[in-house]
């Protein structure tokens, strides 16, 4: 546990079913006119629509932003914050997945600290001026971005995926409704749940991790563990949903304050450079790293194994934390979770980029919260490992 410790999460959470009627409410106490960030497909569901619905009964007016598109870039940034000067917004509400709120936190910020979104990439600009309102809405049980003070910005004059992680990106209300999750194709539901529970395992065995975070972590895992399944074979089932939706939301606290590890640090690189949805990447690299890390983490490790297994409870701390490195397994294998050859990466083009990846990994830090450090080389050949990794395979770490 490390000796001292700082915790943040939005002013306000609004959580459970039809919680997307209140950002009309939430808006208001704001400002008056919002600017909407959020994608094609939120707007075909209808889901943008009925945001403006709720902002024109509460008598705020709006500006929407389409642009976002898979993973946040630089671009999406200029333009939405540019759209939100011209039309003179005061707030902003993001509504999608975790590229919609990302885009949105850093148009926040910008807006009142101006400058390029990479300035602030490793505290080299500190965002001093207090931030554009935020309203975040997600729509996917998977990044937990709505209550974290990190985004996630690709440079696309480089290829880079710029990991920023200040106060000032925090929003300032998230609203949790499960009910806008039920739509998501089965495919999102099992890349975002990966997603989710990589995010409340990495906060749980990060060398940040102080009982705050834990706390919030094991709930987290426990309720993802035991919900992930239902949801992806069942999409409506709404309690499956509201129990994914919560757990997303408490892996994202607890990740924000204790921070992720070495799977988010090699996820990164594959977004950037080949186009993998973070959700994806995260899934496909987890159980590779969680048995480089076992050895390092055998007693929180154990504790996962438990969650997952009630025999666990009667096994030692070793043969738990087997289990849980083998039931991440099982669970990617019934999610149907691809490894990054099947998802069709050139190898000759991978192997040429592992050296680049390994490196970008190491510069964004996460790697150096994780229970075991990594080398550059321990980096590069777990990416080789991963390129046509077996979820079904007993596996010994080298």
Known sequence: MIPYSVFRMPKTLNYGRHAFTKVGEEAASKGKKALIISDKVMESLGYVEEGVEYLKNAEVECEVYLGVQSEPTDVYVEEALELFMLKNCDVVISLGGGSCIDTGKAVTVLATNRGYIGDYMGGRKVADQLSIPHIAIPTTAGTGSEATDVTIITNTSNEVKMM???????????????????????????????????????????????????????????????????????????????????????????????????????????????????????????????????????????????????????????????????????????????????????????????????????????????????????????????????????????
């Open 164 to 398: 920023i992680k200040q106060p000032a990106f925090l929003p300032e209300t998230a609203i949790v409704d499960p009910i806008l999750s039920l739509t998501s194709p089965q495919h999102v539901t099992a890349a975002t749940g990966i997603d989710a529970l990589s995010h409340a395992i990495e906060a749980y065995i990060s060398n940040q991790a102080h009982p705050m975070t834990d706390l919030i972590a094991l709930s987290s895992m426990e309720l993802i563990v035991n919900n992930i399944e239902k949801a992806y074979e069942d999409g409506e089932n709404v309690k499956a949903r509201e129990a994914m939706a919560l757990g997303a939301l408490q892996g994202g606290i607890a990740f924000s304050n204790s921070s992720v590890c070495l799977v988010h640090g090699m996820s990164r690189p594959i977004g950037a450079l080949f186009h993998v949805p973070h959700g994806y990447s995260n899934a496909m690299l987890l159980p590779a790293v969680l048995e480089f890390s076992k050895e390092s983490s055998i007693e929180r490790l154990a504790d996962l194994g438990r969650i997952f297994s009630e025999e666990a409870k009667e096994c030692s701390d070793e043969e738990a934390a087997d289990l849980a490195v083998t039931s991440v397994k099982k669970l990617c294998l019934k999610l149907e979770i691809p490894n990054l050859s099947r998802w069709g990466i050139d190898k000759q083009v991978f192997e040429s980029a592992i050296s680049k990846m390994a490196g970008d990994a190491l510069e964004s830090g996460s790697p150096t919260n994780n229970p075991r450090v990594p080398t550059q080389l321990e980096i590069e050949s777990l990416y080789r490992d991963c390129y046509n990794y077996d979820f079904s395979l007993e596996r010994k770490v080298r």
